[in-house]
């Protein structure tokens, strides 16, 4: 909804809107259903209020409360006409609302003001759908119509299909495919997968003794065992590596295999070396570490180029960073645009595994200072992050410390929106209205935040992007991306375009306001970790943002 909008609705509240705002108002009231339930919200909180003011006046011995201030008589009459068709129309649901609230008020005397129980009401649970997830991926190739999964990435029912490769699955009871692709799987439940296409290997401990793989017009039921499977369009045979298993339907129904024993479920003849060389978890470890190694040597490749580019206004790689206190530049600007670590600031695994250190901001006071002077034509922000959560309302990634004119602040929101701003006139004060405080409040500093839809929720915790921004003043674009991809794209208007950017004082991973003149500061730090950050003077293209993604995706992307 439009903030002019918003704020109009309490203007009108309060008697203070114009006459102008008023008639833009009853337009979008009657045209727009999200604004008619703005305002119904805002008119039962004014009266709940006003309740609350009333009963207080009363019990202090007042005969009764003073009333809001009444309109400018020139609009009133209009006003309340208005008023009172919408209220004639809506007025049910606020009853409706206010009576279920006062009666539970009214038998729930004898209850503590906080009532704890041990099991959360089903519709304030976050929730999430699937069965297992996907463990470990090496070399996987996905068609075009299957969705592309990442290592850690929950996998729903339904049909999971990859052209190449190698997948560990673990299934939500306990059960492990160790499955080569060319293959095609249907995930039924926590219990239950079809093979539909694919030779694979299962493990099932004894917590999850019970486990069905089900394949041609048979059911493996697991009874504590490890046991290979190969399924094609003309065969399928099973053989126990180890344990037992029982057979249910088909020509084999009730039948029970031990170690070393092999059965053909479908088809009259089958290869007898059909598993051999069948991928164990510790060849698939060694796969992976292989293949990481080669990943992460394309990207080191890449960063030695990167470093040239003549466009650079600083470069963190990190990984090179040798040491402890310090976050080396490795462009052609020089040390004095290094970073300083400042407090609890982790050095950890960065997106390639032990082969690379990233930062990891969790704690409230850790953050990485650097100082960017002069003055730029353009920005572009780009860094890997690994968002482990959004708890506090604002988490940055690089933030100007006093947010002067054409410093930038780069942030995600709790709603996992990508916020990007650059203050235009710090001299002005903004008067808007606040969602989170739910009234009109005062900002300091024309600016405006280029925000993009939710790219983060819960499902991608600890997950990697490569995000970016692009702030171009010459062409009056906003652009953000998302791995690659262009996700949100925006005009620069006359009112917030500014020609002349600075950096100054900056921080990573956190915003610590140092020159507030109070000890209390807002919390920003980014629950997560940075792992490499480029800034550029200068607007990069969709073309080389996307590349610098493919150069520097960790295995699995």
């Not at 039962?44 to 009963?55: R, T, V």
């Not at 279920?100 to 003001?113: C, H, K, L, M, V």
């Not at 299962?202 to 009874?223: M, N, Q, W, Y």
């Not at 997950?463 to 791995?483: E, G, I, M, N």
Request: glycine fraction near 8%; charge should be negative.
């Amino acid at each position: 909804m439009n903030e002019h909008i918003r704020g109009s609705i309490f203007q009108l509240i309060d008697g203070t809107i114009s006459d102008q705002d008023f008639e833009r108002l009853q337009e979008a009231i009657e045209a727009d259903s999200s604004v008619r339930e703005e305002y119904l919200r805002a008119v039962g909180l004014n009266e709940s209020l006003q309740e609350l003011a009333i009963d207080s006046a009363e019990l202090s011995g007042n005969e009764k409360a003073k009333p809001a201030a009444d309109a400018p008589s020139s609009v009133q009459s209009s006003r309340k006409s208005f008023l009172l068709a919408v209220a004639l129309v809506l007025v049910v649901v606020i009853v409706v609302g206010d009576i279920g609230f006062w009666i539970y008020r009214a038998n729930s005397t004898d209850q503590p003001e906080t009532l704890i129980t041990d099991r959360e009401d089903e519709t304030t649970q976050t929730q999430i759908a699937g069965h297992a997830t996907l463990r470990r991926a090496v070399d996987v190739e996905w068609p075009d119509e299957q969705r592309h999964h990442l290592e850690g990435d929950v996998l729903p029912n339904g049909l999971l299909k990859f052209d190449v490769g190698l997948a560990e699955i673990d299934f939500f009871c306990g059960a492990t495919l160790i499955v080569e692709g060319p293959a095609t799987l249907d995930i039924e439940s926590d219990w239950s997968v079809r093979v539909l296409n694919g030779r694979l290997r299962a493990t099932v401990p004894p917590a999850a003794r019970g486990f069905i793989v089900k394949a041609a017009d048979s059911e493996i039921i697991d009874l504590g065992t490890e046991f290979a499977l190969n399924v094609s369009p003309e065969h399928a045979r099973l053989e126990v590596i180890d344990g037992e298993v029982e057979i249910r339907g088909g020509h084999h129904d009730g039948k029970h295999l031990l170690t070393g024993h092999s059965e053909l479920l479908k088809g009259e003849e089958a290869p007898t070396n059909i598993f051999q060389n069948l991928t164990t978890a510790s060849e698939l470890q060694q796969h992976r570490e292989k293949a990481n190694q080669e990943v992460f040597a394309r990207w080191q490749n890449h960063s030695q180029e990167l470093r040239n580019d003549e466009r650079l206004i600083a470069y963190y790689p990190i990984t090179d960073s040798q040491q402890q206190r310090a976050v080396e530049n490795a462009a052609d600007s020089g040390s004095g645009r290094d970073g300083l670590v400042v407090g609890p600031v982790a050095k950890t695994n960065g997106r390639f595994g032990q082969e690379s250190t990233g930062l990891q901001f969790d704690r409230h006071g850790a953050r990485v200072r650097t100082r960017i002077d002069g003055e730029f034509q353009a920005f572009s922000f780009a860094c890997w992050v690994r968002i482990d959560s959004l708890e506090h309302r604002y988490s940055a990634l690089f933030m100007g410390d006093g947010y002067e004119n054409g410093e930038p602040h780069w942030q995600i929101r709790d709603d996992g929106r990508l916020m990007f701003s650059v203050m235009v006139d710090d001299s002005k004060e903004i008067n808007y209205f606040s969602k989170l405080e739910q009234k009109m409040v005062i900002d300091a500093g024309l600016h405006r935040v280029y925000l993009t839809e939710p790219i983060w929720d819960l499902t991608k915790s600890g997950k990697w992007f490569h995000l970016a921004a692009v702030y171009d003043p010459k062409s009056r674009r906003v652009a953000q991306y998302v791995d690659g991809q262009l996700v949100s794209e925006q005009e620069i208007e006359d009112k917030y375009h500014i020609s002349t950017l600075r950096i100054g004082p900056a921080e990573i991973g956190n915003w610590g306001q140092p020159f507030r003149k109070t000890p209390v500061f807002s919390v920003r730090n980014l629950n997560g970790t940075i792992d490499e950050l480029a800034i550029f003077n200068a607007a990069l293209t969709t073309e080389e943002i996307h590349h610098m993604y493919e150069m520097g995706k960790p295995l699995g992307y």
